[in-house]
């Protein structure tokens, strides 16, 4: 599977912004995808994640009512929609994928797409 994110850019505080990651291969359907993200100096962290099926999603505290993951299997694309965006959710955001239905480690990852928020 390779994963192509986009959507990143300048968004001013308190606006919206949505990212989204392609993803190559009829079988991503079945896996597990996410988003993570990592902030200068900071160590990556996790945001959201979707079940295969989007059924099910999970979400880091700090994107708890602000971000929203889901998924367009017939695109193959996964999508972040950032809402309500703070100065502290700039950084380089990352999409990842893999089979396990709860991966401690995602094994296929897209390259970045850099988010900045203006305050």
């Known amino acids: 599977v390779q994963l192509q994110a986009s959507g990143g850019g300048l968004v001013q505080a308190g606006g919206s912004l949505r990212l989204s990651c392609a993803a190559s291969?009829?079988?991503?359907?079945?896996?597990?995808a996410a988003w993570f993200r990592q902030a200068p100096g900071k160590e990556r962290e996790f945001v959201a994640a979707?079940?295969?099926?989007?059924?099910?999603?999970y979400y880091a505290d700090s994107a708890k009512g602000r971000f929203t993951i889901s998924r367009d299997n017939a695109k193959n694309t996964v999508y972040l929609q950032m809402s309500s965006v703070k100065p502290e959710d700039t950084a380089v955001y990352y999409c990842?994928?893999?089979?396990?239905?709860?991966?401690?480690?995602?094994?296929?990852w897209g390259q970045g797409t850099l988010v900045t928020v203006s305050s």
């Open positions: 990842a994928a893999d089979l396990k239905v709860a991966p401690a480690q995602y094994a296929y």
């Open positions: 291969g009829r079988i991503f359907r079945t896996y597990t």
């Open positions: 979707s079940s295969w099926n989007g059924g099910s999603t």
